[in-house]
């Protein structure tokens, strides 16, 4: 979910990579298409154009220190990434360069399935940075949902890893280099903020609460006790097997770097944060930026890979609210509720005999990870009766980290790495839980975690003989798609047993398809947040701090949340298609297989794919 910084951000979509070894060597020129004139083999064609993209993959790396650390690979341990102007300029040429000598090197018709579909797929990226370029400073660098001033603490703490003494002196050089890093983000957000593209007044707000937490603690104040930062830090020393005085000396240098780095680097952020929160808005939609209907309409292009118009999904949400509305009212009378939709909702919402919410204590959110992890596990369990592949990454369930949970979304999905160095993570917001109902965490176990996110980004990086862009890419429709088509899943299988739950299920669906109808409120027909809100809070049984929420993300991240309905949407016509022509000979897990090995696809792509798949198994 987000702005493409660089061409790697949009080969790598959200994000975990590759570990690989550094590149060497100049780069090797692909010859021109006239020189493979001829008689051309097949196979060795596409062996080339697959080394060819692993050699651009390769310069992405030598561009990207914490892309490595994502991999696992300790390469450039010490640094952090050049994140400035004219470092995504020098990306965007390159890009440009090397579609145009794929294109002069290499003739599809050369090639076999796999490599013409890789083909295809880093035209259309590269096309799509292209067109998306003029729009590059108008994704928010700083808001309340994410930024470099949350992003910076959360990737040490998460990535780097601290196995040794040599790994620790690199997690210090990266203390030290955040003053440089922040100060090429806050560039950016300064101009950003002159050219009129800045977030609403109240975003400025949480971000300077989420901004002034991570500076709390020793050594940024005398509270006593350790600030987030150096606890990471010392608690990763103090299970090195070195000498005491080896500890005390790394953990020294780390408060000298906190101090003299990333302290001064949080203060200008934050005096830059109150600055612009005088001079910003009320306005909430995109509609208000330089050229905002052009830059809207672009990301809504990117997240659903459709050419959809704002009104079109507008209408689709609208429909699909009230189909599922229906479904719901079956529920209703199935529970026996003596009352209408909405008083089903304020019943389930106000949830009086506290049957939907566990206590809003560290009782209630351990209980919550626990039995979200058991409903995970159970699902493994069980995968063979719908998929003939299974990922080998191990997954966890944590907990948001505290420091940023009141500006963070629901949940969400962390990439496992590739080396097995670190399991995939579904990270759950219970800073209130109240806005976590009990009801709902079958539905969002199967999102996050399995059948959703980690079955189906675990097996891409799994996958064998496809070049890495494709392995750790994605596309939001697709991906999304996937996890909310997983909520229907144990539907198929009977998991939702209890009428409560499915109902849950039915809410997760509901959530997705209102975004379509608040996204495009907001950002093309000029609705107020306060008008986003009640909306959520007429047509879904959300809690109203759970509504607030997410309206205050779809604000400052236009177009994301249009994907998942959108990507559910195809994958579910997709299925339907196929049992409607395959009839007995249809295979659930053969067809889950035909969506899954070939990794994350624009839609219409991934509808050719299952259109020839099902010719192929009508004539198999």
Known sequence: MMAA????????GATALLAVPACSGEKKAAPDAAEIAGAVDIAAESARLNEWFSARWLEELERSPEMRTFLGDKTDYDKLDDVSDEAREKDHQAMIANLA?????????????????????????????????????????????????????????????????????????????????????????EAQFAAGVYPPKWSYERMIVT?????????????????????????????????AEAKTALVDDATRALTTSVKPAYDSVIDMMERQMAGAGDDDGAWKLPDGAAYYNANLRRMTTTDMSASAIHDLGLSEV???????????????????????????????????????????????????????????????EQFLTKPKAAIEVRRVEEFREKAAGK???????????????YYANLNNMNDMPVYQMAALAYHEGIPGHHMQLAIMQELENIPEFRRFGGFTAYTEGWGLYSEYIPKAMGLYEDPYSDFGRLAMELWRAARLVVDTGLHDKRWTREEAVQYLLTNTPNPEGDCRNAIDRYVVMPGQ????????????????????????????????DAVLDQGALPLAILEEKIDAWIAAEKAG
Do not use: C
């Open 5 to 12: 910084r660089t061409i790697r951000s949009i080969l790598l």
């Open 101 to 189: 000598e794929m294109r002069a090197g290499f003739d599809p018709a050369n090639l076999d399935a796999s490599a013409k579909l890789s083909y295809r797929l880093f035209e259309y990226l590269a096309e799509q940075q292209i067109a998306d370029w003029p729009y590059r400073d108008h994704w928010y660098v700083f808001s309340h949902f994410r930024g470099p001033h949350s992003s910076i603490p959360v990737f040490l703490a998460n990535q780097h890893r601290i196995d040794d003494e040599a790994d620790a002196r690199a997690y210090i050089a990266r203390l030290d280099a955040v003053k440089r890093q922040m100060g090429q983000y806050q560039q950016r957000a």
């Open 211 to 243: 901004a002034r937490n991570i500076v709390k603690g020793a050594p940024f104040d005398d509270s006593g006790e350790p600030s987030g930062m150096l606890a990471d830090f010392s608690s990763k020393v103090d299970a090195l097997d070195i000498s």
């Open 322 to 384: 009230a189909r599922i509305h229906d479904e719901m009212r079956a529920i209703i009378d199935t529970v026996g509720f003596d009352g209408d939709l909405n008083a089903f909702f304020a019943y389930m919402r106000d949830d009086p005999d506290k049957r939907f919410t566990y206590p809003n204590d560290d009782d209630g959110r351990a209980r919550y990870l626990t039995e979200a992890t058991a409903i995970i596990d159970d699902m493994r369990s069980r995968l063979d």
């Open 411 to 425: 949940a969400y999905y962390q990439r496992p790495a590739p080396d097995g160095s670190r399991p995939g993570i």
């Open 561 to 592: 949340a249009t994907a998942y309905k959108i990507g559910m949407l195809k994958i579910m016509e997709l299925r339907e298609r196929a049992g409607a022509a395959l009839g007995e000979k249809f295979d659930v897990r053969r067809f889950h």
